[in-house]
């Protein structure tokens, strides 16, 4: 390779405009975090171009049969090492399982629940000959006159 001549052959065959040999799409709930700076990598590794496809979740895959494979498989590693979509956040895969309670602490919770229960219903309706003490604030306005 001439030294003015930088390009390995998969950048030279995407310069000539040449029809790219793989298309490698991407599942819809990936994530890849930081993709540019890791298909730039597999692209130097592997001597390929490898240029994400924006709006299709496809990559395609520039050079010799045998360096698309390697780039191909450093592909599939790099997707099965990828976190899901941040926008599936509800999905049941992304929220870690409550362990459930014991029959001794739901039995303890649910006492609980009764006593809080019993102290709302006392409060919101005391009863007639109950007698609380008080505290009264007095406030002084500044402006009185006499």
Request: aromatic content about 8%; proline content about 7%; hydrophobic content about 35%.
């Amino acid at each position: 390779m001439p030294a003015f001549q930088l390009d390995n052959d998969g950048t030279a065959a995407w310069r000539q405009n040449q029809a790219p040999k793989e298309e490698f799409p991407i599942p819809r709930d990936v994530y890849i975090k930081d993709s540019f700076s890791k298909i730039t990598r597999i692209a130097k590794d592997t001597g390929t171009y490898v240029e994400y496809v924006r709006g299709t979740r496809v990559y395609h895959i520039w050079g010799d049969i045998g360096q698309v494979a390697n780039a191909k498989s450093l592909l599939e590693n790099m997707i099965a090492d990828a976190d899901s979509n941040p926008q599936d956040g509800n999905k049941p895969r992304k929220w870690a399982k409550i362990p459930s309670r014991t029959a001794e602490a739901r039995r303890l919770h649910e006492q609980e629940m009764d006593v809080e229960d019993m102290k709302q219903r006392y409060r919101r309706n005391p009863p007639v000959e109950a007698v609380f003490e008080s505290i009264v604030c007095i406030y002084a306005t500044h402006n009185q006159q006499p």
